[in-house]
């Protein structure tokens, strides 16, 4: 059983950083990939980037694509989003996800979450 836990979520403000981290403990986490999501008020929570186990590959949907790395630290069992040039639409509830599959942004592909952690991004 894999357990999840995300920290690092702040309020900035608009044009600034921050890093998320993810850390798996329970069970290798190079055999899954792991995805962020995030959930703004009064949205459905979407998948915004994801990285695979052992070759890490990456995967970014538009709205972060070239703002947001996401990275992993197989021998610490942590992953990362580092989140530059925030904007306000990216205050969310963000959290990590994993599975045993491929790189996927699907909800309802992934098995295990974390608690979540709110990033607030206002001037």
């Known amino acids: 059983q894999l357990q999840l836990v995300e920290s690092g979520g702040a309020s900035v403000q608009p044009g600034g950083s921050l890093k998320l981290s993810c850390a798996a403990s329970?069970?290798?986490?190079?055999?899954?990939?792991i995805g962020w999501f995030r959930q703004a008020p009064g949205k459905e929570r979407e998948g915004i980037a994801c990285?695979?186990?052992?070759?890490?590959?990456?995967y970014y949907t538009d709205s972060v694509k070239g703002r947001f790395t996401i990275s992993r630290d197989n021998t610490k069992n942590m992953v990362y989003l580092q989140m530059n040039s925030l904007k306000p639409e990216d205050t969310a509830i963000y959290y990590c996800?994993?599975?045993?599959?491929?790189?996927?942004?699907?909800?309802?592909?992934?098995?295990?979450w974390g608690q979540g952690t709110q990033v607030t991004v206002s001037s």
């Open positions: 329970g069970s290798p986490s190079d055999y899954y990939s």
């Open positions: 990285i695979s186990g052992r070759n890490q590959n990456t």
């Open positions: 996800a994993a599975r045993m599959g491929p790189v996927s942004t699907i909800e309802y592909d992934y098995d295990f």
